[in-house]
């Protein structure tokens, strides 16, 4: 049985940092994309960014990128979203993701993705 286990998530001031942490077991997942998604009250899900579980290339949202770091321990079975000077904006429920076999030019579409966690609430706010 595959599982996502996301948590991390928590109330943050605006400028602080955050890291998301993504526990994947329950079968391999070389050459999947593992990607990390949000969905905030009201709006769609959106793609953040999402790395390749074999040789590591990433790709972030332009609304992330810079701020944002994905890395993974596939050792460990992990992947890790560091989010540093989070913007009210980044308010949403984050989720992990995983995508069997999926090409680069697919790793920010949702609808690719097989398998998804539970969510964790991410809150920037004063």
């Known amino acids: 049985q595959v599982q996502l286990v996301e948590s991390g998530g928590g109330l943050v001031q605006p400028g602080g940092s955050l890291r998301l942490s993504c526990a994947a077991s329950g079968r391999s997942f070389n050459g999947a994309a593992m990607g990390w998604f949000r969905q905030a009250p009201g709006k769609e899900r959106e793609f953040v960014a999402a790395?390749?579980?074999?040789?590591?290339?990433?790709s972030y949202a332009d609304s992330v990128q810079g701020r944002f770091t994905i890395s993974k321990d596939t050792f460990k079975g992990m992947v890790y979203l560091q989010m540093n000077s989070l913007k009210p904006e980044d308010t949403a429920v984050y989720y992990c993701?995983?995508?069997?076999?999926?090409?680069?030019?697919?790793?920010?579409?949702?609808?690719?993705?097989?398998?998804w966690g539970q969510g964790t609430q991410v809150t920037v706010s004063s």
């Open positions: 993701a995983a995508g069997m076999g999926l090409i680069t030019s697919r790793v920010r579409d949702g609808a690719a993705y097989t398998y």
């Open positions: 790395i390749k579980w074999s040789g590591g290339s990433r």
